[in-house]
């Protein structure tokens, strides 16, 4: 049973383009998490969906950030108009019930 | 979530038992300890987990007082691989997984050859 997989595990984007980040779960699990965490800070939780639906948003920030977990394909993780700020490792995990999640290798995003 | 304290970082001799404390006074009744750990530049690792009753498992043991006010993280035989960031938490699962993690500052294990 392969781990959480993230792709790309680095991103360079440019100031004002799009990046999007891909989780596939692992096998069975249908709750996806995503994480930010900035250089040198802690881990901070963005947002929490079941297939088709966001259960819990409450740390993604309002604006050019959202996530999908379609019915087939992984989640996505999607940036418009990124900036320098947006550069950080951004980690997913997944979990098949309400105990461990299991964390994927995370992106590093870079915006020049 | 109730809130942990952690020291910053913490030294250990290889080979020995690494104990790694947390203080959790403000925890409720059906709130859990989790423990996570992350190796630099990789996805935090899920250790162990417990509510009232000691837990062991092929990587530790979690000891939780009587009270529950606090917990110890035991890491029998400490090699150079776990030095890490170790992360005390406590959380309510029975919200229906609906929970992210809130992950605080951790301790900086350092394991010394």
């Known amino acids: 049973n392969a781990g959480v997989m993230q792709n790309p595990r680095h991103l360079v984007r440019r100031r004002g383009q799009e990046a999007r980040l891909r989780c596939s779960p692992m096998?069975?699990?249908?709750?996806v998490y995503w994480y930010r965490q900035l250089p040198e800070e802690g881990l901070k939780f963005m947002v929490y969906?079941?297939?088709?639906?966001?259960?819990?948003e409450s740390g993604m920030p309002k604006e050019r950030f959202s996530a999908e977990f379609p019915k087939e394909g992984p989640s996505i993780l999607r940036i418009q108009q990124v900036v320098r700020g947006d550069s950080a490792a951004y980690f997913c995990?997944?979990?098949?019930?309400?105990?461990?999640?299991?964390f994927g290798p995370g992106t590093r995003l870079t915006v020049l | 979530d109730a809130k942990t304290t952690q020291p910053t970082s913490m030294d250990c001799a290889e080979g020995r038992a690494a104990n790694l404390p947390c203080n959790h006074s403000?925890?409720?009744?059906?709130?859990?300890v989790y423990w996570y750990r992350q190796i630099h530049s990789q996805g935090p690792q899920y250790i162990i987990h417990?509510?009232?009753n000691n837990e062991t498992n092929e990587m530790a043991s979690l000891i939780i007082t009587e009270d529950r006010k606090s917990s110890t993280l035991i890491l029998p035989h400490a090699t150079l691989r776990d030095t890490a960031v170790y992360y005390c938490?406590?959380?309510?699962?029975?919200?229906?997984?609906?929970?992210?993690?809130?992950f605080g500052k951790g301790t900086h294990l350092i394991i010394q050859p």
């Open positions: 969906l079941q297939k088709e639906n966001i259960i819990d």
């Open positions: 938490i406590v959380r309510d699962p029975s919200g229906g997984g609906a929970d992210g993690l809130t």
């Open positions: 403000t925890i409720s009744g059906n709130e859990y």
């Open positions: 995990a997944s979990s098949p019930s309400v105990n461990e999640q299991f």
């Open positions: 096998k069975g699990h249908s709750h």
């Open positions: 417990g509510l009232k």
